[in-house]
Each structure stands twice: as structure tokens, then as C-alpha cells.
């Protein structure tokens, strides 16, 4: 999943939104029925609704997934920064 998610950002990378651009880290899966795709990386809450339509598509032509429910969630890790003081 992680090469298939690494191939759809190289043909098409996220569009950036303010001054940062969402990096795709690793894919897996989390679910059988429907497949649950899991993709984990920075700044993903900045993915739009475009692009997540275009990476759900690609996934079900690599994939040959026609006809089957397919979801995709995003995972951002937190920040081991946020609450230090300085």
C-alpha cells in the first residue's frame, strides 16, 4: 500500500493550502470489510476533499477494486514538541 500511496503522490502531489504542503509518510491497512486504507503523515488535516476522491481512485485501479466500498483515513502523529515550555 505504502508504494501504491508513494507512486499516486509522485504522478500527483497534494496541493499545498497556507505554507505547508501534507506529506504522505507510510499506507496500511486497517479494515477488511469495506477496506480501510491508513495513511499516516504531517499536516493532514490540510488534504482536500479533491485529493483525498483522487487517492481513492488511484488505490481502486491499482488495486481493481471496481464495485467495492473503499475508505480512507488519515492519521497525523502529535507533536512530542506542543507543550514543551521554553
Known sequence: LTRAMIA???RQAPPKRGL???KLRYAHQG???????????NALDRVP??????????F??????????LAIEFRTGRNP???KKR
Request: charge should be positive; aromatic fraction near 12%.
Open 8 to 10: 499516486a503522490v509522485e
Open 20 to 22: 505547508v504542503r501534507p
Open 31 to 41: 479494515g477488511i470489510n469495506p477496506p480501510r486504507i491508513i495513511i499516516h503523515g
Open 49 to 58: 476533499a479533491s485529493y483525498q476522491r483522487y487517492l481513492e481512485g488511484y
Open 60 to 69: 481502486r485501479k491499482a488495486f481493481e477494486l471496481v464495485g467495492t466500498p
Open 81 to 83: 514538541y506542543a507543550k
